[in-house]
């Protein structure tokens, strides 16, 4: 009897030691994770200022044309940049959303940053909304520059309104891509105020801890 009490002891015992060393790797493990979250929120951060400036300068040198800075291939490249960034802060801050009021989701993803970082949130969108209309319809006549046989036009679905010049052709490129980029540099910089809210918000619970 003495046996079998000493055998399902040590059973008993080394199941113990089993479960707890288990229950410290998950707490490490979660540990890990959540650091490993924030030093990523961190990076991506510091990753959308800097492209969030180069929105902002190819945005600016399109009132300069004859830089011949506007062409499909920055479009392409600052296009997949912003959706990147701006995707990753969508993702993560579906954490702190309470689904259940729809109506507070950018109160709840927004709640930490600072009453003048949302004043220029409000005026980016009020002037890419205008810029864009104002550009693509009356800078650019609801028009697009071509180049068809070694020669400058205005044209819309197959439409030519008339030739231009080499220099008209610039700057209603200029006119186009700035009617289009103001909308990288709004979510670029809508996608770094939800980054740099969650970074505050992990500060906060942090120290909470």
Partial sequence: MSEYYVY?????????KTLYTYSVYCNVKAFNSVNLTQK?????????????????????????PDLKTSNASITLLLGISTLITFGYSIKLTKKVVDKSKSNNIWNDILKAI?????????????????NFFFSLLVLSEGYSPKKIEN?????????????????EYYKYKAYEFRGISGH????????????????????VQNDGL
């Avoid at 009453?115 to 890419?128: E, R, T």
């Fill in 114 to 130: 600072s009453k003048k970082f949302k004043i220029v949130l409000i005026i980016s969108v009020i002037y890419v909304f205008f």
């Fill in 151 to 167: 020669e400058f036009v205005l044209e819309s679905k197959g439409n030519i309104k008339r030739i231009i010049t080499e220099e």
């Fill in 40 to 64: 990523m929120t961190r990076f991506f951060y510091v990753i959308g200022i800097i492209l969030l400036g180069i929105n902002i300068v190819f945005h600016l040198l399109t009132y300069i």
């Fill in 8 to 16: 399902w002891v040590i059973v008993y015992t080394n199941l113990k």
């Fill in 184 to 203: 990288f540099v709004l979510f670029q910089l809508i996608g770094v105020a939800m980054l740099l809210s969650k970074i505050k918000l992990n500060r």
